[in-house]
């Protein structure tokens, strides 16, 4: 090798390696610190959007799940305020079946049908009273249930209706309601036809309550689709994005010896170019 004294060509190559080391061992930390494999776009750039398209399809997706559990709180406050409707026909069915008596007195009848006026009215208030998240329950309009992953392939909606409820329309899933506004107790023969209409009252609630627990179940399937695709999109994403701890600590031991050889290989460089100077002793 032929000895210069205007560049030396070993302490370049030096220095070049130990840059090159430096900046792998900086990349290595990086990870470690963060976690991350993908901290930056050149660290790959490929990976990156892949992972950042999975990211938006989970964030989408949660928010789905979110949409659809709110659906199910709406229906589920729909159901309990009906669950209180029975409660209150069936005490109707016993004030009716009591004034469908003979032996009451007018008076009797008359306290009856007072106690049946004010089931009628509590079921009135249930209906444009009860709301969820401000909004009247028993309004007649249908919810869409939004959901999706981030792409038009990817949406759908779930519709479910909960109807109108009053003493004058009891069974929005029902093809005819039941009307009991104009029932009385006040006779005997008040008494019979108003405990038939009671009766179909009942099985009307029921029937509403069964649609709206349809519609709470089919909510309910699609959080869980939803959930699992959250789960295998954070799995495929996590695939693409996390360091590799194993690896990382032992490049970062690589490194370190390297850097460590790195700086010894410099020095010793710069101090061969030194023995040029003895030729001029």
Same mark, same amino acid.
């Given at each position: 090798?032929?000895?210069?004294?205007?560049?030396?060509?070993?302490?370049?190559?030096?220095?070049?390696?130990?840059?090159?080391?430096?900046?792998?061992?900086?990349?290595?930390?990086?990870?470690?610190?963060?976690?991350?494999?993908?901290?930056?776009?050149?660290?790959?750039?490929?990976?990156?959007?892949?992972?950042?398209?999975?990211?938006?399809?989970?964030?989408?997706?949660?928010?789905?799940a979110q949409n659809a559990t709110d659906g199910v709180g709406l229906l589920q406050v729909a159901d309990g305020?009906? !669950?209180?409707?029975?409660?209150?026909?069936? *005490? +109707?069915?016993?004030?009716?079946?009591? /004034?469908?008596? %003979? =032996?009451? #007195? $007018?008076?009797?009848?008359a306290s009856l049908d007072n106690e049946f006026t004010a089931i009628k009215a509590e079921i009135d208030r249930?209906?444009?009273?009860?709301?969820?998240?401000?909004?009247?329950?028993?309004?007649?309009?249908?919810? !869409?249930?939004?959901?999706?992953?981030?792409? *038009? +392939?990817?949406?759908?909606?779930?519709? /479910?209706?909960? %109807? =109108?409820? #009053? $003493?004058?329309?009891?069974?929005?899933?029902?093809?005819?309601?039941?009307?009991l506004s104009t029932d009385s107790l006040t006779s005997v023969s008040n008494a019979e036809a108003a405990l038939?209409?009671?009766?179909?009252?009942?099985?009307?609630?029921?029937?509403?309550?069964?649609?709206?627990? +349809?519609?709470?179940?089919?909510?309910?399937?699609?959080?869980?689709?939803?959930?699992?695709?959250?789960?295998?999109?954070?799995?495929?994403?996590?695939?693409?994005?996390?360091?590799?701890?194993?690896?990382?600590?032992?490049?970062?031991?690589?490194?370190?010896?390297?850097?460590?050889?790195?700086?010894?290989?410099?020095?010793?460089?710069?101090?061969?170019?030194?023995?040029?100077?003895?030729?001029?002793?």
């Amino acid at each position: 090798m032929s000895m210069s004294i205007l560049n030396n060509i070993s302490s370049m190559q030096a220095q070049n390696q130990l840059e090159q080391t430096s900046n792998n061992l900086s990349n290595v930390l990086e990870q470690m610190s963060s976690g991350s494999r993908i901290n930056s776009g050149a660290d790959d750039p490929a990976g990156l959007a892949i992972a950042n398209g999975l990211q938006a399809n989970t964030t989408a997706l949660t928010q789905s799940a979110q949409n659809a559990t709110d659906g199910v709180g709406l229906l589920q406050v729909a159901d309990g305020a009906l !669950s209180q409707v029975t409660t209150l026909l069936n *005490s +109707a069915v016993t004030l009716a079946t009591e /004034a469908s008596n %003979g =032996t009451m #007195s $007018s008076s009797q009848q008359a306290s009856l049908d007072n106690e049946f006026t004010a089931i009628k009215a509590e079921i009135d208030r249930i209906g444009t009273s009860t709301t969820y998240n401000g909004s009247k329950v028993f309004s007649g309009a249908t919810t !869409s249930v939004f959901i999706s992953d981030g792409t *038009s +392939a990817g949406a759908s909606t779930i519709d /479910a209706t909960v %109807g =109108t409820l #009053s $003493s004058s329309s009891i069974g929005f899933s029902a093809t005819s309601p039941t009307n009991l506004s104009t029932d009385s107790l006040t006779s005997v023969s008040n008494a019979e036809a108003a405990l038939q209409d009671i009766t179909a009252a009942i099985a009307n609630v029921a029937n509403d309550r069964g649609k709206i627990g +349809a519609d709470v179940n089919r909510l309910q399937s699609a959080t869980n689709v939803v959930n699992t695709q959250v789960q295998n999109l954070t799995a495929a994403d996590d695939s693409i994005s996390s360091a590799n701890m194993a690896q990382d600590v032992a490049n970062m031991t690589k490194y370190n010896i390297l850097q460590s050889t790195g700086m010894a290989a410099l020095q010793q460089s710069n101090q061969t170019e030194q023995s040029i100077l003895k030729l001029f002793q």
